[in-house]
């Protein structure tokens, strides 16, 4: 059973829109919560991460929102670019390890 | 830049195979870990090691075996591959912070294996 789950699967979305995914957990010992960037044939990557006594982080076009009472979080990607086309991973962080949503595959038309 | 790198990008075997994956780290991190991504299930921890020739089961051990003779290097073990491991298999490192700190994990390319 998945400890964080994700939302949606997949959407697509044209140049300059802001596709908003959305993750939600239930393990509250989590005490990290990162998103990672998966290009085709690469390896997931670092992208932003957000603490939860934190509400918002802003890392260029990209936002975290984080609602710990409900514990929610999710990303926004402000103004995007045919270059962000990619999938999206969630993660809550506990003890070091990782446990990550489904993941969510954006696709931004030109 | 930190890099991990996995011994081969695509490897088919037949079942019962006794498979190898071996991943790289040229960071000196203590950390590394072993996952497999599928569609729809996003990515599964299956070993960790937070030294040399210390491992740890992950979510789903279940037919693996791993090896952490040096520091460096952290070897997946199929003992006798099946039909539902084939799969993605990414590799993954950290630093090991101890200070509460963030401990960003870094992945290698993966390893698509195809069992038949």
């Known amino acids: 059973q998945q400890q964080v789950k994700q939302s949606p699967q997949s959407l697509i979305v044209q140049k300059g829109g802001i596709p908003i995914i959305n993750c939600a957990y239930e393990?509250?010992?989590?005490?990290?919560f990162p998103w990672y960037q998966q290009f085709p044939g690469k390896g997931p990557a670092l992208l932003i991460a957000i603490r939860p006594d934190v509400s918002e982080k802003k890392e260029g076009r990209f936002t975290i929102s984080f609602n710990k009472s409900a514990k929610q979080f999710s990303l926004h990607i402000m103004d995007s670019q045919p270059g962000d086309s990619a999938t999206y991973f969630c993660a809550g962080v506990s003890w070091g390890k990782l446990q990550f949503g489904a993941g969510t595959q954006v696709v931004v038309t030109p | 830049d930190v890099k991990v790198t996995q011994s081969s990008r695509y490897l088919v075997k037949r079942t019962g195979e006794k498979v190898f994956l071996e991943c790289v780290q040229d960071?000196?991190?203590?950390?590394m870990f072993w996952y497999r991504q599928d569609p729809g299930l996003g990515l599964r921890l299956i070993y960790f090691s937070y030294d040399v020739k210390m491992k740890e089961k992950g979510d789903i051990p279940e037919g693996y075996s791993v090896s952490r003779e040096k520091k460096e290097r952290f070897s997946l073990i199929l003992e006798s591959a099946s039909t539902n491991q084939t799969s993605m298999y990414l590799c993954?490192?950290?630093?090991?912070?101890?200070?509460?700190?963030?401990?960003?994990?870094?992945f290698g390319p993966g390893t698509r294996l195809t069992v038949l």
């Open positions: 960071m000196d991190h203590e950390n």
């Open positions: 393990n509250t010992a989590f005490d990290y």
């Open positions: 993954a490192s950290s630093l090991g912070l101890e200070t509460g700190d963030p401990d960003t994990q870094y």
